[in-house]
T-cell receptor, first 113, second 109 residues
Framework: DAGVIQSPRHEVTEMGQEVTLRCKPISGHNSLFWYRQTMMRGLELLIY????????DSGMPEDRFSAKMPNASFSTLKIQPSEPRDSAVYFC???????????FGQGTRLTVV | ELKVEQNPLFLSMQEGKNYTIYCNYSTTSDRLYWYRQDPGKSLESLFVLLSNGAVKQEGRLMASLDTKARLSTLHITAAVHDLSATYFC?????????FGAGTTVTVRA
């Protein structure tokens, strides 16, 4: 398996624009997680899905953030409108079950100018 | 909410010497994970510790878990340059991982 695949790897956008990050989990994994990593706050869990259903979105910073998982092989994280403080590395991770070893994608480095 | 604390946050190691990274967590954690992250890269899973007294070893790294003390340690034996990275521990509770702040390790000659 190719592992968790994220796209794009890098994204530079202007403040106010919509940004969509994409993730393909490992086949057969039922749980998917979106994390954000910054120097100031470390790794934060934004949302996690189990069997395509959002279970816990308490980490989503505000209404500008939304995430979907329309099927078992695809998820998106959308920021609209984007702000400079959203600049971070966003990781997607998947695991067989929610409470098992999570495998991380390569991340998307987002810069909002 | 599960809180995870690592120390030290920065560790300068001399090649050939032994060191330990500590990971304390605040409430019951179902499992304890150790990850490695190289600069600009993703997180790589190193160890999964499932129960009290669990010990796992891979090369120069050995991880252990004491659930009664709510403590996990990552021991590095005879440090070498390619162990330079940031090491994270993470606890799991209520089906989600909570990460420590990470320990940035630099190994010098």
């Amino acid at each position: 398996d190719a592992g968790v695949i994220q796209s794009p790897r890098h994204e530079v956008t202007e403040m106010g624009q919509e940004v969509t990050l994409r993730c393909k989990p490992i086949s057969g994994h039922n749980s998917l997680f979106w994390y954000r990593q910054t120097m100031m706050r470390g790794l934060e869990l934004l949302i996690y899905f189990n069997n395509n259903v959002p279970i816990d979105d308490s980490g989503m910073p505000e209404d500008r953030f939304s995430a979907k998982m329309p099927n078992a092989s695809f998820s998106t994280l959308k920021i609209q409108p984007s702000e400079p403080r959203d600049s971070a590395v966003y990781f997607c991770a998947s695991s067989i079950l929610p409470d098992t070893e999570a495998f991380f994608g390569q991340g998307t480095r987002l810069t909002v100018v | 909410e599960l809180k995870v604390e690592q120390n030290p946050l920065f560790l300068s190691m001399q090649e050939g010497k032994n060191y330990t990274i500590y990971c304390n967590y605040s409430t019951t954690s179902d499992r304890l994970y150790w990850y490695r992250q190289d600069p600009g890269k993703s997180l790589e899973s190193l160890f999964v510790l499932l129960s009290n007294g669990a010990v796992k070893q891979e090369g120069r790294l050995m991880a252990s878990l004491d659930t009664k003390a709510r403590l996990s340690t990552l021991h590095i034996t005879a440090a070498v340059h390619d162990l330079s990275a940031t090491y994270f521990c993470a606890g799991s509770n209520d089906y989600k991982l909570s990460f420590g702040a990470g320990t940035t390790v630099t190994v010098r000659a």
